[in-house]
Structure formats: C-alpha cells, structure tokens
C-alpha cells in the first residue's frame, strides 16, 4: 500500500503542473481579444484621414438597412435619414457590433434642442456585442467614391461608456471610420416622399459598409 501511494503520489506532482499550464494556456486563448492581430485599412481619400498618432484596432463589416423619413424640406418634402440599423461582422462571420443612432449622455455633448434638453445629441452608436462597450461619434468629413452608394465617412469620438461588467473594446476608441459602401442611399422621387401627404413615409434602404476603429493607446 505505501509503495502504491508513493507511485500515485509522484504522477500526481507530474500532473499538477502540466494540468496549470494547460489551464494557462486556454485560459490566455479564451482572454485573448476577437479582434486580436494588425488591422490594415484601405487607403482613403485625403479629407477621411485619421489623426497623426491614431492607428486601427479593430474593423467591422456591416450588413443593415438605412431607414429614412419623408419629412418637410425647403423644396416641399424629401427623406432624412433618422437611424441607421445594421450589424457588424468580424471576418470570421461573428456577430461583433451593432449600430444605430442614440443620445449620447456625454454632457460635453449637449442637445442643442430645448425641447430634449435633458437628452445628449443623437449621434452614432457603435455597441460592443459581446462587452457591452460603446462608442458615440459626430462625423468630420464625408466623401462619396462610389457611385449609387452612400458616402465614406470619417468621425470623432464624443463618448464612450464601458459595458455593464466593465468591458472596455470600444472605450478607447478616438476615430471611427465608414468605408467601402454599398447601396443606402435615400430614394428619389416616385418612392413615396412626392408630396405633403407623404409625410412620415419611412423607408430602409440596405447598405453594407466596413468600419475600422482607431485608437491612439
């Protein structure tokens, strides 16, 4: 029996540290960001340029609609966009963020509105699907290169909020870019916004598009 125990002891001192390097190493695999790795975007028009100092952590490909409104206009009633609704990929399929438009309750960025005064301004919204983190951007430059597809973009971040349990993926971001777009465009005349009956007309309209993030951590 004691010589039973002295073997059964030994492989247990074998099996323990090889037990926690395999528990490290999965552990560091799990840990390990989605978006780990160089993320290289494509090269933009001079005015989408990001800041001296930004570099991209993390990009996103965007399958979604954007919705517009008929609404009144200065030439009688045309579509505004009111929200864009779209989920972004990572480039192994992954649900990685959604997007959208909301107040942002950053109070450097107030509301310029009286009437939701108490609401930030409504901005873009980038929400992390797995932490939780968010990002709000207001846009700095615009560009269309596509024909038939709604401009690239270039924002500024003006809010970030870390997610309920403290993920922070999108918290560092300083400067989102929309690039390579598709469709999204608002429609033209004879798709319901031709007149003042057709008031609150909405429409979605797909797009897809990539969105890179940069930080300067």
């Known amino acids: 029996m004691k010589h039973y125990n002295a073997l059964s002891n030994q492989t247990t001192r074998r099996i323990l540290p090889i037990a926690c390097v395999t528990a490290l190493a999965v552990a560091f ?5 989605a978006h780990a790795g160089q993320v290289t975007p494509p090269t933009v ?16 490909h965007a399958i979604g609609t954007q919705n517009y409104v008929c609404a009144p206009s200065a030439t009688g009633v045309a579509y505004v966009l009111f929200t864009p609704e779209a989920t972004l990929y990572n480039d192994d ?5 959604t997007h959208f438009f909301s107040p942002n309750p950053d109070p450097r960025d107030p509301n ?11 901005r873009a919204t980038w929400v992390h699907s797995r932490d939780g983190s968010t990002v709000w951007a207001k846009a700095k ?13 270039l924002l500024d971040k ?5 997610g309920l349990t403290g993920g922070d993926i ?9 690039l390579s777009t ?9 798709h319901g916004c031709d007149s003042p009956s057709d008031v609150g007309h909405t429409a979605f309209v797909d797009y897809t598009a990539d969105y890179f993030f940069y930080t300067n951590q």
């Open 182 to 190: 598709t469709g999204g465009n608002a429609p033209g005349p004879g």
């Open 45 to 60: 028009p001079p005015e989408l340029k990001v800041d001296a100092g930004n570099h991209a952590f993390l990009v996103g």
């Open 158 to 162: 003006v809010g970030v909020e870390d």
């Open 93 to 97: 399929g992954d649900q990685l963020i």
């Open 112 to 122: 310029i509105s009286p009437a939701v005064v108490a609401d930030g301004a409504i």
């Open 29 to 33: 695999a799990v840990s390990l960001p």
């Open 141 to 153: 430059a615009s560009v269309i290169v596509t024909t038939g597809a709604i401009s690239w973009v």
């Open 170 to 178: 999108l918290s560092k971001t300083t400067q989102v870019q929309r």
